[in-house]
Each structure stands twice: as C-alpha cells, then as structure tokens.
C-alpha cells in the first residue's frame, strides 16, 4: 500500500492568514492526488482534484501543487468558515489511501 | 444533481454480517466509479473498496477476506457487505462517487453510523 503522511497534523491560524499543508506519498503517485475538507459531522467535500484542479464551485482561494511524492494544499485569506479538518489521497494505486488529516483550527 | 443516500442496521452483533445499501439518484450507477469509505469515531479516513461500470471491484487488502460490494442496475443501488465484524468496524460508512479520469471521490452520501456491539 502508498502511505500518505500530512504535516502539520494540526495548525492554528488567524483570518486573513494563508495557510500551507503538505502531503507526501511513500512512492510516486505522479498527479493523483486529491484534496478533501471535512467540518465536524458531515461528510468530506472533495476541493482539489488531479493535484492541482479546482473542483467546480470550490472557491479561487484554495490551491494545490506538487506531482511525483510531494504535495501541497494552500489556502490564501482564511476565512470563517475554512476551519476544518483537511486529507490527502492517492487515487494512483488501490487501496487509493488518505494522508491522517490537517487540524485547522482558529488562533 | 447526484445524491447519494445508505441505509441500513445501525447496530450490528460481533460476528455477525454488516450490509448497506447505497441509493443514487440524479444518475445512473452503470456509470463512473462507486467506492464505500469509512470513518471510525474520531478518527480518519479509510477506503474499502469500488466497483467500476467495467465490471471491474477493488477492495482494501486490509478488509478483502471479508468484503464484498455488489451493484443492483434495476434500483440503481449498490451495497456492501461486511462479514465477521468486531468493534473496529465500528465507524461511519460513506457511499461515494468517483470523478471521471482522477479517482477522487466527487459525490458523497451523508454517511451511516454502524456500531458493533451486543
């Protein structure tokens, strides 16, 4: 199986502030790498897709870079409602694995 | 627009079998990747396994001696079976759909609580 390690594994951060999480595979994946947010008691909402595709409706601020074994998330001008739990997964080789999730929490 | 909606037992005996059903509406299941993941309480996320309009499944080699996911094109459902349960499965069941091409999991159901316990 690819692991997926996340770091921070959790962050605090203020409104307004640009936030980075990283995202790395145990062995290549080249570009199959997606980004989910989840808030507590709902299901997680797919943001990024193919490392760096904005999924529809998801908003400019959010952004996703990398290919091969490193990858970033990075959200610009956090706002209210960005507080949330983020993961990675590989959808490269099945079992398609998540990274343990980002804690963003207010400062 | 595609919902996805599980059911079944909240409450399943150790040993015994877990089974979920996953109904789709605004599309059909012949179509496109549909994957079950879970989540146990508190913590993260885990991929079971998909079938594919293919013909084609894959399951977690954690989970494979004891899984199945199988389709039923007539109601536009598909289901997961989870045999010789223990409190570790335990967890929220999602059902979702796959994104074209990238394997990223688009569309979710609203997920189901399963508690083994006696």
């Known amino acids: 199986d690819i692991q997926m390690t996340q770091s921070p594994s959790s962050l605090s951060a203020s409104v307004g502030d640009r936030v980075t999480i990283t995202c790395r595979a145990s062995?290549?994946?080249?570009?199959?790498l997606n980004w989910y947010q989840q808030k507590p008691g709902k299901a997680p909402k797919l943001l990024i897709y193919?490392?760096?595709s904005l999924q529809s409706g998801v908003p400019s601020r959010f952004s996703g870079s990398g290919s091969g074994t490193d990858f970033t998330l990075t959200i610009t001008s956090l706002q209210p409602e960005d507080f949330a739990t983020y993961y990675c997964?590989?959808?490269?080789?099945?079992?398609?694995?998540f990274g343990q999730g980002a804690n963003l929490e207010i400062k | 627009q595609v919902q996805l909606q599980e059911s079944g037992p909240g409450l399943v005996k150790p040993s015994e079998t877990l089974s979920l059903t996953c109904t789709v509406s605004?599309?059909?299941?012949?179509?496109?990747?549909w994957s079950w993941i879970r989540q146990p309480p508190g913590k993260g996320l885990e991929w079971i396994g998909y079938?594919?309009?293919?013909?084609?499944?894959k399951y977690n080699p954690s989970l494979k001696s004891r899984v199945s996911i199988s389709e039923d094109t007539s109601k536009n459902q598909f289901s997961l079976k989870l045999n010789s349960v223990t409190a570790a499965d335990t967890a929220v069941y999602y059902c979702?759909?796959?994104?074209?091409?990238?394997?990223?999991?688009?569309?979710w159901g609203q997920g189901a609580l399963v508690t083994v316990s006696s």
């Open positions: 979702t759909r796959g994104k074209y091409g990238s394997g990223a999991a688009e569309y």
């Open positions: 605004g599309g059909s299941i012949s179509s496109y990747y």
């Open positions: 079938f594919s309009n293919s013909g084609s499944t």
């Open positions: 062995q290549s994946i080249s570009s199959y």
């Open positions: 193919a490392a760096s």
């Open positions: 997964q590989q959808s490269y080789s099945a079992p398609f694995t």
